[in-house]
């Protein structure tokens, strides 16, 4: 009997420091830094001790991959990395191979940038990874590889660590890596010489954020700008959504606690200072395209997920889509109507999942959901190199 109480006693007492913990956990995270270690876990670079300026580490070929910095507007210099597709790399190979290696000076004096440049049919994809890890972790090389993959003599590769990843210098912020992203795009329209229409944005879970933000920037300028197309992989609807949902790691539920009180959840999310607002950017710089003269080119949106994606589940693609149909659609549609309309056109795979495209004359939406894939090593997969290829209008 004794027994039994004490340890109903330590029960009851773990409980109680565990719900204290989590109550303090909570409120540790309305404050604003640690929300934004939270949310961009940047000094989690998970490529420890290694060198981001050698790129053979991640199973590049010798000078494959020119590593470079970038300088942004408000001063912060920003890693980068050109990768060189597989076909044009061969053509060049004794050339690229008697090069100096490791970090360019001066990106301008290497072949690959004069590659780039100098072909009036390269190709370039802009590449926004997602939180923490740099230019080297995880499937972000096996992934740089599947850009180039439909056209291996045409697809150059550009990708950043935003300002505080890997070795480029400052702290991240939702404005601050908007900056990036543009400096990114001005310096591949200007110095590289790359016309939009030639550009393919491609972003995974956080890099969506960032390039939502971007391209409704670019299309809101007095002079507007439309890349030729945008691959969106894993993306999320907003951070107050994300909250809900979101997996540390794919495994901890961290609100789910709170999520079970939409109020509390509510609460808490006035707090929450980083908003990446990406279902309502998508929505008006959809509805800003359909309204712009038949000069442009049109948009061109795929968001891919897969069904076994822990880390952000499928449904935030779900409500993007939603929003971007009902943004093309003068009078608008319920999120029902349109699950019924896609249920009736959608395109089955089977174990490859389904696919659903909507068009209207001034452009495309396209949703794929794969049924494996999970959260980051999809990236990797021909279904990102054929969305890639087809965001491409001149490779059709
Ligand atoms: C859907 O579009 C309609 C018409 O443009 C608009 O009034 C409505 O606010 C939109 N719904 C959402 C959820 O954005």
């Not at 007492?13 to 309305?30: E, Q």
């Not at 550009?158 to 404005?175: H, M, N, Q, T």
């Not at 200072?273 to 990406?278: A, I």
């Amino acid at each position: 009997m004794v027994a039994l109480l004490t340890s109903l006693r330590s029960t009851f007492y773990g409980l109680l420091a565990s719900t204290g913990l989590y109550a303090l956990f909570i409120g540790l995270l309305t404050i604003p830094v640690l929300q934004d270690q939270v949310i961009y876990l940047n000094r989690v670079t998970l490529t420890w001790f290694q060198d981001v300026n050698i790129p053979e580490q991640w199973g590049f070929l010798r000078n494959q991959v020119s590593p470079f910095f970038l300088k942004t507007p408000d001063g912060e210099s920003l890693h980068a990395w050109h990768i060189l597709p597989l076909g044009l790399y061969q053509q060049h190979q004794t050339a690229l191979t008697d090069e100096p290696h490791g970090l360019a000076s001066d990106i301008k004096e290497r072949i690959s940038f004069k590659l780039l440049r100098d072909d009036p049919s390269s190709l370039l994809v802009l590449y926004f990874h997602g939180a923490a890890g740099t230019l080297g972790s995880g499937w972000r090389p096996p992934s740089y590889r599947a850009m180039s993959a439909g056209a291996p003599y045409r697809i150059h590769t550009l990708a950043i660590d935003y300002r505080g990843f890997g070795a480029s210098s400052g702290s991240p912020s939702e404005e601050g890596l908007l900056t990036d992203a543009i400096t990114l795009a001005e310096w591949a329209m200007k110095e590289a010489g790359i016309p939009p229409s030639r550009i393919v944005i491609f972003a995974q879970s956080l890099g969506t954020a960032v390039s939502l933000s971007l391209i409704h920037h670019m299309a809101t300028r007095p002079e507007p700008v439309l890349f030729s197309g945008v691959v969106l992989v894993a993306p999320f609807a907003d951070v107050e959504s994300l909250t809900a949902t979101y997996r540390i790691a794919g495994t901890i539920p961290l609100l789910d606690p709170v999520a079970r009180f939409p109020r509390l959840l509510c609460w808490l999310n006035t707090f929450i200072k980083t908003k990446w607002p990406s279902k309502s950017k998508l929505a008006d710089f959809i509805r800003r395209c359909e309204d712009m003269d038949q000069g442009f080119s049109g948009y061109d949106i795929t968001m891919i997920h897969a069904e076994d994606d822990y880390n952000i589940p499928w449904s935030h693609s779900e409500q993007l889509f939603w929003h971007a149909v009902n943004a093309s659609m003068p009078r608008g549609i319920t999120f029902e109507d349109l699950e019924e309309e896609k249920i009736a056109s959608r395109v089955n795979n089977n174990a490859g999942g389904w696919a659903v495209e909507r068009r209207t004359s001034r452009g495309v939406i396209r949703e794929e959901i794969m049924k494996y894939g999970l959260h980051d090593r999809i990236m990797s997969y021909p279904v990102v190199s054929l969305a890639v290829m087809r965001a491409f209008h001149t490779l059709r």
